[in-house]
């Protein structure tokens, strides 16, 4: 699941955090930061063991500026010691209480005795037909403007451009969420065609999907910059009605952020 895999890599980070700020605690001075107001200035002085009678000892250091800056640092990394194991108890704590919560976890028992019938537990998934099928018609592609490149085929037959859009497609498909590839936009300013078009089934609100595949082609992300910036103009934003996603340095897709988006977004 999602948020359990994506709450263990947060607990791994601080952890990592943690043991790079105990590390650098050790290479730090002895004692510890004390001060108090002078006549007309903060004094600020460190206390160390004398090694004859185990007495303590006050050190002034308000001169000695290499000595002072190691103590406060070691202040700091004190205390973001004891955050960081505190926060990361929690974690681990919130990790074993977690429960999944998505539909085919929540439906286990019952999709291993009905196979065939797991599709109907996601939403619209039923037989009835689309309201909009403009929108819902997945194999319609007449309003496609470019339909040249469309070497790739989805599971269900939809020619598309990358096996990122595919993979997005056959997780859209997954949780029973309509589309539309490649449709026109209904704004008469704008001549583009988002990847997919979605008209979310709880609130009715159409929702695009751009996923950005070719990240190391300078040309390919200008144009999807100046897209973006055309689409705001219009109120196409993220965050309101606009996903965005991004393939890999070697062109792969991370799935995790794909259904993060989907549960997050459009269930």
């Not at 004692?31 to 006050?58: C, P």
């Not at 290499?66 to 704590?93: F, P, T």
């Not at 029973?176 to 065609?193: C, F, H, S």
């Not at 609130?203 to 040309?219: A, N, T």
């Amino acid at each position: 699941m999602y948020y359990m895999q994506e709450l263990k890599r947060i607990n791994q980070a601080l952890c990592e955090r943690k043991n790079d700020l105990e590390h650098e605690l050790s290479s730090l001075p002895k004692g510890h930061l004390y001060s108090y107001v002078g006549k007309d200035k903060r004094i600020y002085y460190y206390e160390r063991t004398t090694t004859r009678d185990g007495r303590t000892k006050r050190v002034g250091i308000n001169k000695n500026t290499e000595k002072l800056a190691a103590l406060v640092r070691k202040k700091y990394v004190q205390k973001a010691i004891s955050i960081a194991r505190k926060n990361s108890s929690v974690l681990e704590s919130a990790i074993g209480l977690i429960t999944p919560f998505d539909e085919a976890s929540l439906m286990s028992d019952f999709v291993r005795s009905h196979p065939s019938k797991e599709p109907f537990i996601y939403k619209n998934s039923t037989s009835a037909p689309c309201d909009n099928q403009s929108i819902c018609n997945p194999q319609d592609d007449s309003n496609s403007l470019l339909n040249e490149g469309l070497k790739s085929i989805s599971h269900d037959g939809v020619p598309m451009r990358s096996m990122g859009e595919i993979a997005i497609a056959a997780r859209l498909d997954h949780f029973g969420i309509q589309y539309k590839y490649e449709a026109e936009l209904q704004v008469p300013e704008l001549r583009y065609v988002p990847d997919f078009t979605i008209r979310r089934a709880h609130d009715g609100r159409i929702i695009y999907w751009e996923h950005l595949g070719k990240i190391s082609d300078k040309e390919y992300m200008q144009h999807n910059r100046r897209k973006f910036d055309d689409y705001e103009e219009y109120g196409i934003v993220p965050w309101r009605n606009l996903i965005v996603t991004y393939g890999t340095e070697d062109g792969g897709i991370n799935m995790k952020i794909v259904d993060a988006m989907i549960q997050g977004w459009l269930l």
